[in-house]
């Protein structure tokens, strides 16, 4: 039997809550101490939590005594790095994502490009999706300010959690196994990564307003807009087309750029809902506009996005022309893919930190 409540909260008496409405996902997820997917208290089930970085990524690095460095600067240990979830979902979530991502990042780029264009591209979508919502449910337990001798909100308190809402729906359908329609997918993009000792076998972005997520790790590289239904890739393809060879760590971080830039620029954009279909069919849905239109704006820049995103490894750079490309950078009038003849800049980073004459 199926049963809808007032906030749109869809109930099966046999496979539990089908969707969270928005005052109830407020109220048993964002603002509860409940499992993350499911909502179920602690005290009404066994709970080992949830690691926000993959456990079997923190296994394959060896980070169990590293940190991540948080937006307010401070530093956790990826082995404190946990959010609430029960037993059942952690197992399920460790069944149904996990283990066969582990697997298909065992095989290297091309087998595992080759893999997703067989099998299609929601086993990574949907957990890109879980990796962006653990992050950012995680910010509740930390201060804008790290600093105690002063008042200071938590990074999650700035959050519009009904943005977010959306992102837990595609996650809690791991679990509920409804059904999600083709255009909910958004912008996804594999793309072949190089192994530069000097840069480390692992980077890890995401930007909460532009919904948008960059993890690479070995030879494989993941970035994924998660609320355009494709938009951004649409508009930025005919870039990624010129790209001819594996990216370095400061390549791809332009690509991450273009996508979060374009995302928070688009003046069209798809609407999302949960459809229940005759008190049997539940659906995520999505309504796409007419057409994708793209407005240029300056909050914040294309040049300060790059800059944010590109700083750490422009401060190990050597070029006789450094602070000058740093200030083009910040213009967002400088690539690190494409030199001024726009062809792709094969070389990146190999020697010294090497980067694209101006």
Same mark, same amino acid.
């Given at each position: 039997?199926?049963?809808?409540?007032?906030?749109?909260?869809?109930?099966?008496?046999?496979?539990?809550?089908?969707?969270?409405?928005?005052?109830?996902?407020?109220?048993?997820?964002?603002?509860?101490?409940?499992?993350?997917?499911?909502?179920?208290?602690?005290?009404?089930?066994?709970?080992?939590?949830?690691?926000?970085?993959?456990?079997?990524?923190?296994?394959?690095?060896?980070?169990?005594?590293?940190?991540?460095?948080?937006?307010?600067?401070?530093?956790?240990?990826?082995?404190?790095?946990?959010?609430?979830?029960?037993?059942?979902? $952690?197992?399920?979530?460790?069944?149904?994502?996990?283990?066969?991502?582990?697997?298909?990042?065992?095989?290297?780029?091309?087998?595992?490009? $080759?893999?997703?264009?067989?099998?299609?591209?929601?086993?990574?979508?949907?957990?890109?999706?879980?990796?962006?919502?653990?992050?950012?449910?995680?910010?509740?337990?930390?201060?804008?300010?790290?600093?105690?001798?002063?008042?200071?909100?938590?990074?999650?308190?700035?959050?519009?959690?009904?943005?977010?809402?959306?992102?837990?729906?595609?996650?809690?359908?791991?679990?509920?196994?409804?059904?999600?329609?083709?255009?909910?997918?958004?912008?996804?993009?594999?793309?072949?990564?190089?192994?530069?000792?000097?840069?480390?076998?692992?980077?890890?972005?995401?930007?909460?307003? =532009?919904?948008?997520?960059?993890?690479?790790?070995?030879?494989?590289?993941?970035?994924?807009?998660?609320?355009?239904?494709?938009?951004?890739?649409?508009?930025?393809?005919?870039?990624?087309?010129?790209?001819?060879?594996?990216?370095?760590?400061?390549?791809?971080?332009?690509?991450?750029? $273009?996508?979060?830039?374009? $995302?928070?620029?688009?003046?069209?954009?798809?609407?999302?809902?949960?459809?229940?279909?005759?008190?049997?069919?539940?659906?995520?849905?999505?309504?796409?506009?007419?057409?994708?239109?793209?407005?240029?704006?300056?909050?914040?820049?294309?040049?300060?996005?790059?800059?944010?995103?590109?700083?750490?490894?422009?401060?190990? =750079?050597?070029?006789?022309?450094?602070?000058?490309?740093?200030?083009?950078?910040?213009?967002?009038?400088?690539?690190?893919?494409?030199?001024?003849?726009?062809?792709?800049?094969?070389?990146?980073?190999?020697?010294?930190?090497?980067?694209?004459?101006?």
């Amino acid at each position: 039997m199926m049963r809808m409540y007032r906030d749109h909260t869809i109930e099966d008496s046999d496979k539990g809550i089908l969707y969270f409405g928005t005052e109830r996902f407020l109220s048993e997820i964002a603002e509860a101490d409940n499992c993350f997917l499911c909502g179920t208290s602690p005290s009404e089930s066994d709970f080992n939590d949830e690691h926000v970085l993959p456990a079997w990524i923190v296994r394959k690095l060896d980070l169990s005594s590293s940190r991540i460095v948080l937006p307010n600067q401070a530093a956790v240990p990826y082995s404190r790095y946990k959010i609430r979830c029960c037993r059942r979902c $952690n197992s399920l979530l460790s069944r149904r994502l996990e283990t066969p991502i582990s697997h298909l990042w065992a095989k290297g780029y091309k087998a595992a490009a $080759n893999q997703i264009r067989v099998d299609g591209p929601w086993l990574i979508f949907k957990w890109l999706s879980l990796v962006f919502f653990k992050t950012h449910l995680k910010d509740r337990d930390y201060r804008i300010s790290p600093d105690t001798r002063h008042k200071s909100k938590q990074i999650a308190d700035t959050y519009d959690w009904n943005a977010l809402h959306h992102i837990h729906c595609l996650i809690h359908a791991i679990l509920s196994q409804v059904e999600i329609h083709d255009h909910v997918l958004g912008s996804l993009v594999m793309l072949p990564a190089k192994s530069l000792p000097a840069h480390g076998r692992f980077d890890f972005g995401d930007l909460y307003a =532009a919904q948008t997520i960059m993890l690479r790790l070995d030879d494989i590289c993941v970035i994924a807009v998660l609320n355009d239904s494709g938009a951004c890739l649409q508009l930025f393809s005919k870039y990624l087309d010129r790209i001819t060879g594996p990216l370095s760590p400061v390549q791809i971080r332009e690509v991450y750029s $273009n996508l979060a830039y374009i $995302n928070l620029g688009l003046k069209t954009r798809s609407t999302f809902a949960t459809r229940l279909r005759g008190f049997s069919q539940v659906s995520l849905v999505a309504e796409l506009p007419k057409e994708v239109r793209f407005a240029k704006h300056n909050h914040p820049s294309y040049g300060a996005l790059l800059d944010r995103n590109c700083s750490h490894y422009l401060d190990s =750079a050597i070029h006789p022309n450094l602070e000058r490309i740093r200030k083009l950078v910040k213009k967002g009038k400088y690539s690190f893919l494409f030199d001024s003849a726009g062809h792709f800049v094969s070389d990146s980073m190999e020697k010294c930190g090497r980067l694209p004459p101006l």
